[in-house]
């Protein structure tokens, strides 16, 4: 690995992520930021060597017959290259590749892991230097890809409720730090700031909204089409 993520969640959030209890999205961009993080993964384990007593001694949870439950952990286990010319997959992408993000001269390799869900996405939406393309997710929540052209501002903004970005490649910074591929970031209500890419290269984000983003800067009747991009 390049260089050290220096962004992790919390340890509480990694409890929760390894007793099972958080929401699908959460614990879909928090398994991702795993796979970029050797000091999480044994964080991980270390809670389950901790609480794997109590759990072994309680029975089963009742299976998820839920849809969005079942294609998650079709999502969260191992990538299977064959799945690349699953005419079913094939069908739902939009783009004919899966595996990167293509724009302009760059070519943004999409973690393995997140490959299977990157073909469900919907097309991307562009403003200005910045893209998004939403991800299937349960009602609750919003998750998507989020790309930001080198020497661009994502709006001044707060959150109405917590949001939860993982980069996956490239670089931005904020008024908190800076942040590359790996790092996770999370912003709650108390949280305002102005995401940048002022590298030279895109930064492709994945990103979880539990609430639309509120923005700060600039007339109302503008800002209400850019609460609409974002969610
Ligand atoms: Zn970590």
């Not at 901790?50 to 949870?61: F, H, K, N, R, V």
């Not at 993000?101 to 892991?113: A, D, H, N, T």
Request: include cysteine; hydrophobic fraction near 40%; glycine fraction near 4%.
């Amino acid at each position: 690995m390049a260089h050290a993520v220096k962004y992790h969640p919390s340890l509480s959030l990694l409890e929760q992520y390894t007793e099972g209890t958080l929401e699908a999205e959460v614990a879909l961009i928090v398994a991702a930021h795993l796979d970029f993080c050797p000091h999480c993964q044994q964080l991980r384990h270390d809670i389950e060597a901790d609480i794997g007593c109590q759990l072994a001694q309680q029975p089963a949870p009742a299976a998820e017959s839920d849809e969005w439950q079942q294609m998650l952990q079709q999502i969260l286990a191992p990538a299977d290259l064959s799945t690349a010319q699953d005419p079913n997959v094939a069908e739902a992408t939009i783009a004919p590749n899966s595996t990167h993000v293509e724009l302009g001269q760059f070519k943004i390799e999409i973690p393995r892991s997140l490959q299977r869900l990157a073909a469900k996405r919907k097309k991307w939406l562009q403003l200005g230097g910045i893209a998004t393309a939403k991800l299937p997710s349960s009602d609750n929540n919003h998750l998507s890809l989020l790309l930001i052209q080198s020497n661009t501002e994502v709006p001044l903004h707060t959150h109405k409720g917590l949001e939860i970005t993982l980069v996956l490649a490239g670089e931005m910074v904020d008024e908190m730090g800076k942040y590359a591929a790996g790092d996770l970031i999370i912003n709650t209500p108390d949280h305002t700031h102005t995401p940048k890419n002022i590298s030279e290269e895109p930064c492709l984000c994945l990103s979880v909204l539990t609430a639309p983003l509120e923005f700060k800067q600039g007339l109302t009747r503008l800002l209400n089409p850019l609460q609409r991009f974002f969610y």
